[in-house]
């Protein structure tokens, strides 16, 4: 059979299924759930997309990762099993598929099938790093565990899921980021999000009109009483989207900062410019800190990568800051109000929590109370004067504490160890190499410094945080991509001295 036979063959599976999608989704409509309807259809999609990557090879897959990574924050998903009204409060509630689950899922598949019938031409896959493939191992039979003894197994399987997916998604960015392109086009991609996201807020505060709670699915607005309104662009809650916003932020600064087009430049730190100014209209202090600390942090670095002297680079950081601050309190009224007014006891809570956290720790500090099930039993550890779970059923806003609480110290230090691996080398690879992917080393530290001192005051999932687990691959990845082009450079430098004996070494 001919090649152009072959590709024609090839063209035509796609869109066989894609005809087979179609009249499914239409026979399931007057017969399923709309939920299950769209996965049958996204399902088919899927298999018709593996077969099409196949034909276009590494361009529709280098495509579709952008496209996992430019959809984070759109949390749009079908959630099977999905129980409405939990009896306690639980940070994962189902098994959830949203759209970068979808992306990711056909790479890792596509990838998987490549590597099992030796299809693979690239370079060679890079074996996951010795200690993070310890701290996954040793956290997930932690969490497995847990859940085989908690009184509402369910809702801490649903965290397990979370996991295996965070985990997929890190491996495959491991194994499957190799070239420089690939890394440049990712921070480029990092710095769209941040413009979506900014515009997507800006839209909410002065229009209201177009990304509404009926179109997102997720709230849009908060206000706490007495205090200003609160935006939260995609991510549902104000607070999670500036720690969303966070560990990207820096990779914005530093990409365009290191970019050597002025005009690509300028678009860039404009586009950073936006997401700041959005955070603003998040009024999330946590974030703000977070956000403050880690750019104070990592701009010194900068400098001080540059030549410039320590104590000078701290000063002028310093001067900075201090005159970017005052001209926010001066010029915003609502950074100003949420500094100074009173909060109505929305900060006052976090202490008493912490003491409810502190109690369940010291009772349980080797296994904890089981996986997703702190609020379960957060008030047989409350012993504060006003006994604030009665009247308060959230966990305690700290993630180190929660992650403890649940399961154990042990577990929470596989968590530690994993965020510590991620900034010692992004600290490293920072100093040690040039360009883009210095800069992105930097800003994976800066960014996961800003979302390590926001956990301290915000409950969340470490295994729904996608950034976190992206960032930590992608660190990595271009540890790798760094190491080899060294040792390509070593090797041509040998070969020419060996052609040319007359250069000196």
Not at 293 to 317: A, E, F, P
Request: include cysteine; hydrophobic fraction near 50%; proline fraction near 4%.
């Amino acid at each position: 059979m001919s090649d152009t036979t072959n590709k024609s063959s090839s063209m035509l599976l796609p869109l066989s299924f894609g005809l087979l999608g179609g009249a499914l989704f239409v026979l399931s409509l007057g017969h399923l759930p709309f939920k299950w309807t769209f996965f049958i259809l996204l399902a088919v999609m899927g298999v018709g997309g593996l077969f099409l990557m196949n034909i276009l090879r590494f361009q529709t897959r280098q495509m579709m990762l952008m496209m996992a990574v430019f959809l984070m924050p759109i949390l749009y998903d079908i959630n099977f099993l999905y129980v409405d009204d939990p009896p306690f409060y639980v940070h994962a509630n189902g098994f959830g598929v949203a759209i970068t689950d979808v992306l990711f899922g056909m790479l890792i598949i596509a990838w998987a099938s490549e590597s099992l019938f030796g299809r693979n031409n690239g370079l060679p896959s890079d074996p996951v790093p010795t200690h993070w493939k310890f701290a996954m191992t040793g956290l997930f039979l932690i969490n497995f565990l847990s859940a085989l003894s908690t009184p509402e197994p369910f809702y801490a399987f649903s965290m397990l899921w979370q996991q295996v997916k965070a985990y997929f998604i890190l491996v495959y960015l491991i194994k499957n980021v190799k070239h420089f392109d690939t890394v440049k086009r990712l921070g480029y991609v990092i710095v769209g999000v941040l413009a979506v996201q900014a515009i997507m807020v800006f839209e909410q505060k002065f229009v209201g009109a177009i990304f509404t709670e009926s179109l997102l699915g997720q709230r849009t607005t908060w206000q706490n009483e007495g205090g200003p309104l609160r935006f939260s662009g995609s991510l549902g809650q104000p607070n999670a989207l500036a720690m969303f916003m966070n560990q990207l932020m820096l990779i914005g600064i530093f990409v365009g900062l290191a970019e050597k087009h002025l005009l690509r430049k300028l678009i860039i730190l404009g586009f950073v410019g936006m997401a700041i100014m959005a955070e603003v209209f998040t009024a999330s202090r946590g974030g703000w800190t977070g956000l403050a600390i880690s750019l104070v942090v990592c701009m010194v670095m900068w400098r001080v990568r540059r030549g410039q002297g320590l104590v000078t680079s701290i000063s002028l950081v310093a001067l900075l800051g201090t005159l970017m601050f005052s001209l926010l309190f001066a010029g915003s009224q609502d950074f100003r109000n949420r500094l100074t007014q009173d909060d109505r006891g929305t900060a006052d809570v976090r202490a008493p929590l912490m003491d409810v956290a502190e109690n369940m720790i010291a009772d349980n500090p080797l296994t904890g109370v089981g996986l997703n099930h702190y609020t379960y039993y957060m008030a047989e550890y409350d012993r504060t004067f006003d006994a604030i779970t009665a009247n308060f059923d959230a966990p305690v806003h700290n993630i180190f504490m929660l992650i403890a609480g649940e399961i154990g110290i042990p577990g929470a230090m596989f968590v530690v160890a994993m965020m510590l691996f991620t900034l010692y080398r992004s600290y490293k690879l920072f100093f040690r190499s040039e360009g883009t992917i210095s800069a992105i080393s930097l800003g994976a530290f800066g960014g996961l410094l800003s979302f390590m001192i926001h956990s301290m005051v915000d409950p969340t999932s470490i295994y729904s945080e996608y950034p976190f687990w992206v960032l930590s691959g992608l660190v990595i990845a271009m540890d790798r991509i760094h190491r080899r082009q060294q040792a390509a450079l070593a090797n041509s430098s040998t070969h020419s001295v060996e052609t040319n004996p007359n250069t000196t070494a």
